[in-house]
């Protein structure tokens, strides 16, 4: 069985990731989105809320499951015996920091490649910051988002 892992932060999912995982779903046999939490950065939401609200986002599609998990990226995917990591790219400057990651990756665990699947154009410009910004600001992300998030960004942008 071909299993690939699609890891990130999640903070929350938006159209551009589900965008990602409708493609690669399509190509591999099961998808397991790895919710983890990122140290540099600082999160709106918990990782419980991340993964239900991905669970609520993604039911369309059959084979992609989801999970969190902390530590080190490669040791996950090698308990999981999974064959490749997912990533997605929107523009050229994803690139650097991407090409870095997969070659740390690479070195860590060889036998694993990195996927990359491009964006679609209308969603390049969607990034979580971005989304979590223009939601506290009052505007509507309704566009960007599925509707589980844009309703648990207004719930939690009340409290
Ligand atoms: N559509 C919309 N947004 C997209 C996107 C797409 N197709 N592709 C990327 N993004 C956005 C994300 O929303 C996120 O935006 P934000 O910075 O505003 O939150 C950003 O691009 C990238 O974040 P994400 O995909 O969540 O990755 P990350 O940089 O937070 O974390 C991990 C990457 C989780 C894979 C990495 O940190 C990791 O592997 N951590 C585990 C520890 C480890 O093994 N470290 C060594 C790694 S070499």
Redesign the pocket.
């Known amino acids: 069985m071909k299993l690939a892992v699609y ?5 929350p999912i ?1 159209r ?2 589900i ?2 995982l409708e493609k690669t779903s399509k190509i591999f046999d099961k998808i397991i989105i790895a919710v ?1 939490h ?1 140290i540099n ?1 600082k999160a709106l939401f918990t990782l419980e809320e991340r993964v239900e609200l991905i669970k609520e986002s993604i039911s369309h599609l059959d084979n992609v499951e989801v999970e969190s998990f902390s ?4 040791d996950y995917i090698r308990e999981k015996k999974a064959c490749a990591i997912i ?2 790219l ?1 523009t050229v400057s ?1 690139f650097e920091y991407e090409a870095t ?1 997969a070659y ?2 690479k070195n860590l665990l060889p036998d694993v490649d990195t996927i990359f699947v491009m ?1 679609r154009p209308e ?1 390049i410009f ?5 989304v979590k910004e223009a939601a506290i600001l009052g505007g509507d992300v309704s566009a960007m988002v599925p509707l589980p998030v844009e309703k648990k960004l207004k719930e939690k942008l009340k409290q």
């Open positions: 890891p990130g932060s999640f903070d938006t551009g990731h965008d990602i983890v990122n950065k530590g080190l990226l490669v990533r997605g929107r994803d990651m740390m990756n964006s969603y969607i990034s979580s910051s971005g």
